[in-house]
Structure formats: structure tokens, C-alpha cells
């Protein structure tokens, strides 16, 4: 595609529900990342994949997250059981490559938890 | 393990004065550092980045950051600010040793311009 796509771009959900966010990368990225962007936290960094190796999840906050990349291609991080302390924008990024590359970062899911 | 310390949060200032957001970083090894852009209600974007060469790397649109390595610093400048410049500054590492490591980003800094 065009550039890094997510969905939903918003999601408002009942406290203890599960949701599941979405990361569609641009053809042919490597690599692919999810942050998480609180207001005075800047972007805290969750998860990220690159081509088959493990994925590294020193990030993620809690045994409720989880996230899984198929084919290499779409990305759905998952929350579990969320938690008011759960909401954030959401964003996905993804780059040719880890470490010298740009990233492109899709718009974000913004995440509201009652 | 790297990490960024963006050490103003808010930088205000008036338009067409000069401004410097600052960036110090930690790192074992050698870095790569960036600098993104999010304007008001639009996605993440690069501004400018340091691989190698030049310690001083510019950007379209006027900013330019020098690479400091004795300081571990990238602080992002610009001579004179617009006010289309209002919008928050991510300065960013990832290191070049072996093995895979993430993008990591610091806490932002919010620039306000103020006609």
C-alpha cells in the first residue's frame, strides 16, 4: 500500500473487554513496530518484528498484551482484560530495515477504555 | 540498553526568534539518531537523521542537528521559527552493533510558536 494503514482509528471499549488493533505495513518492510503514545509519556516502545527472527517484546507492559505478525505482512497486537490505564494512541511503524532506515508510521488507533 | 532524554518537555517561543530542542542520549555502541515531526492531528514523520559522515545534517525545511558524540547529544536547531513550526519533536536512537535492536524514542518536546 501507500504508506503503514490501521484500524480501527478509534476504539472506545468497556473496561475487562479484549480488542484487538490492526497494522497492515507498507509492501515489502521488514521490519515492523508498535508504540504506544501517552500524553507526557512521548512514545513508549512495545514490540517490534524483523523478517523471520523472534520477535523482540521487552516492551510490552503486561502478559495482557500480545501481538502477532502473519506472513510476515499485517500485525495485530492484542489486549487482553483491558484497563483504564490502557488507554493511548496506539501506532504501528514499519521500515526496510531496523537500525538505518526511516520508519513510517501509520495514524494510530486511539484507544479509550471506560 | 540506549535511551533518549528530550530534557524540555514545552518550548515556547515567538515567531521568527530562534530555537534549539535538546537531546542527549545513552548508548554502549555506536549510533544512529533521528529526529520526527508529529504536527497538530497528523501521523509521526522523519525530519532529518544522522547514519554517518557529516555531524551536521540539515533538513528541508530549515532545522538542521549536530552530531556530538564527546556530549552523546543531537539537539535539533533552527534560526528562525514559523508558525507552521508548532508541533512536537521526537529525537530517536537505534544502534548499529550486532544484533536487532528497536527504535528507541525520547518523551518529545512540544513546540509552540507564537506569532
Known amino acids: 500500500g501507500a504508506g503503514v494503514s490501521q484500524s480501527p482509528s478509534n476504539k472506545v471499549t468497556e473496561k475487562g473487554k479484549d480488542v484487538e488493533l490492526r497494522c497492515d505495513p507498507i509492501?515489502?518492510?521488514?521490519?515492523l513496530y508498535w508504540y504506544r503514545q501517552s500524553l507526557g509519556q512521548g512514545l513508549e516502545f512495545l514490540i517490534y518484528?524483523?523478517?523471520?527472527?523472534?520477535?523482540?517484546k521487552s516492551g510490552l507492559p503486561s502478559d495482557r498484551f500480545s501481538a502477532e505478525r502473519t506472513g510476515g505482512s499485517v500485525s495485530t497486537l492484542t489486549i487482553q482484560r483491558t484497563q483504564q490505564e490502557d488507554s493511548a494512541v496506539y501506532l504501528c511503524?514499519?521500515?526496510?530495515?531496523?537500525?538505518?532506515?526511516?520508519?513510517?508510521f501509520g495514524q494510530g488507533t486511539r484507544l479509550t477504555v471506560v | 540498553a540506549q535511551s533518549v532524554t528530550q530534557l524540555d518537555s514545552q518550548v515556547p517561543v515567538f515567531e521568527e526568534a530562534p530555537v534549539e530542542l535538546r537531546c542527549n542520549y545513552s548508548?554502549?555502541?555506536?549510533?544512529?539518531l533521528f529526529w520526527y515531526v508529529q504536527y497538530p492531528n497528523q501521523g509521526l514523520q522523519l525530519l532529518l537523521k544522522?547514519?554517518?559522515?557529516?555531524?551536521l545534517v540539515k533538513s528541508i525545511n530549515g532545522f538542521e542537528a549536530e552530531f556530538n558524540k564527546s556530549q552523546t547529544s543531537f539537539h535539533l536547531r533552527k534560526p528562525s521559527v514559523h508558525i507552521s513550526d508548532t508541533a512536537e519533536y521526537f529525537c530517536a536512537v537505534s544502534d548499529f552493533g550486532s544484533g536487532n535492536t528497536p527504535l528507541v524514542f525520547g518523551k518529545g518536546t512540544r513546540l509552540s510558536v507564537i506569532a
Open positions: 511503524a514499519s521500515s526496510l530495515a531496523t537500525r538505518n532506515t526511516e520508519a513510517f
Open positions: 518484528f524483523q523478517g523471520n527472527s523472534a520477535p523482540d
Open positions: 509492501s515489502g518492510h521488514t521490519a
Open positions: 548508548s554502549s555502541v555506536s549510533v544512529y
Open positions: 544522522y547514519l554517518s559522515g557529516s555531524t
